[in-house]
């Protein structure tokens, strides 16, 4: 793919500049690396992007230096790659990695469903993400469909509680995000799991966990089905069978 910027890239720039008043008087490496996580999950950048070191350092106001940093931080994170005498780019994803985002999908989420405990169970969040979902599909806006599904997956996982889960959900999400970039079919891919997630939540909604978690087991199997074949005929023009 080319590197140079496309419309969501300058859709980004626009973005950060909003995003400039979160990082407050203790500007870090950290804090400007999540915000830039968080772009990239909601698809502003788009893999194979170049990322202007001039242009988004002034969007945010920081310094060069704080900005490697955080690009440091989010090539470790599989973000980001950085190309020798070309600059830093978001990472173009293999068919391995989408499988091991699923695999990874699976072990957290379905661990978080399984040991929810007792309900009740606070299902605001996952409620407001997937009435955005049902709201976007009204609106024929696929883009914003994609974006409430990964919202109510993260929210499934801030069940748990746990800042870390949390954390490591957020880049996981993110490298998912490239993919969907990829395959450029967020309708096709993202609404036939509208109804789907709307059943996850009414379990929880009635305490049922158990059910929750053979919907999720499901839902992430025939996800990952559907995203790898996707994937790999759009980037290799074959499948996987």
Do not use: K
Not at 108 to 124: F, I, K, Q, R
Not at 183 to 204: E, F, K, S, T, W
């Amino acid at each position: 793919m080319s590197g140079a910027s496309g419309p969501a890239g300058s859709g980004g720039l626009g973005e950060l500049e909003h995003d400039r008043a979160l990082l407050g008087r203790t500007s870090t490496a950290e804090r400007v690396a999540d915000i830039l996580r968080t772009r990239i999950a909601e698809g502003y950048f788009r893999p194979g992007e170049r990322l202007s070191e001039e242009a988004i350092g002034q969007a945010l106001g920081v310094s060069r230096n704080t900005l490697r940093e955080s690009f440091r931080l989010l090539t470790h994170e599989r973000l980001l790659v950085h190309q020798l005498n070309r600059g830093v780019f978001v990472r173009m994803l293999a068919v391995q990695d989408v499988t091991d985002i699923y695999r990874t999908r699976q072990l957290v989420e379905c661990a978080v469903v399984h040991g929810l405990g007792a309900p009740p169970y606070d299902v605001t969040a996952l409620e407001a993400a997937v009435s955005a979902g049902e709201q976007h599909e009204r609106d024929a806006d696929w883009t914003g469909v994609s974006t409430a599904n990964i919202h109510f997956h993260r929210e499934l996982v801030a069940l748990a509680g746990s800042a870390r889960t949390d954390e490591l959900m957020r880049g996981v999400l993110a490298e998912l995000r490239l993919a969907f970039h990829v395959v450029d079919d967020p309708r096709g891919l993202h609404q036939p799991y509208l109804v789907r997630n709307r059943a996850i939540l009414d379990a929880l909604r009635a305490g049922d966990a158990t059910t929750a978690e053979r919907l999720l087991v499901q839902y992430l199997e025939d996800s990952r089905a559907q995203m790898v074949e996707t994937y790999a005929h759009r980037v290799h023009g074959t499948d996987t069978h």
